[in-house]
């Protein structure tokens, strides 16, 4: 074992001074950081060359491939949740329910909702039932949340 007074660096013939002092996550982030600006002025990947054998570089997508990317993101689905109430309990009262029991929530009947999309509350809204299928509930936005 080594004398705790050694200084593990000088054993292997190093000082502080031959350590660089720049954070490896800091010189990781600013190469990426390139990369992206460089990426942002070649613009969109493109298999062809030029006739000198380099890539040829793109000044501006094109319509065709900004309405593909539309979309593409227009088509990504996102969880919407209609929050009709909450209710806070100690886990005695949680681990006390069974099937019948009924638990008190921080809404009224008649009272807004909450539309919320991947967790992010959107709008709020009032229940109803769907005029075609009376069976079914739906939820019709009253309000939009201001961004």
């Known amino acids: 074992m080594s004398d705790p007074a050694t200084n593990p ?3 292997l013939g ?3 001074d031959d350590i660089p002092q720049t954070d490896p996550l800091d010189e990781a982030l600013a190469e990426l950081q390139g990369v992206m600006d460089k ?3 070649l613009g969109p990947f493109d298999d062809e060359m030029m006739e ?3 890539p040829e570089t ?3 997508a094109t319509p065709a491939a900004e309405s593909n990317l539309q979309k593409l993101v227009m088509s990504i689905p996102v969880q919407m949740d209609v929050v009709i109430g909450s209710a806070e ?3 005695s009262d949680l681990i006390g329910m069974e099937a ?3 638990v008190m929530l921080n809404r009224k009947i008649g009272e807004p909702v909450d ?3 991947n967790g992010t509350k959107i709008a709020t809204g009032e229940i109803q039932s769907l005029d075609d299928d009376p069976s079914r509930l739906g939820v019709r936005i009253t309000a939009l949340e201001k961004s």
């Open 9 to 11: 660096l000088e054993e």
């Open 14 to 16: 190093l000082s502080l």
């Open 39 to 41: 990426d942002h002025v």
């Open 52 to 54: 000198d054998g380099e």
């Open 58 to 60: 793109a000044t501006a």
């Open 89 to 91: 309990m100690p886990v």
């Open 100 to 102: 019948g029991s009924v």
């Open 115 to 117: 539309i919320c999309v």
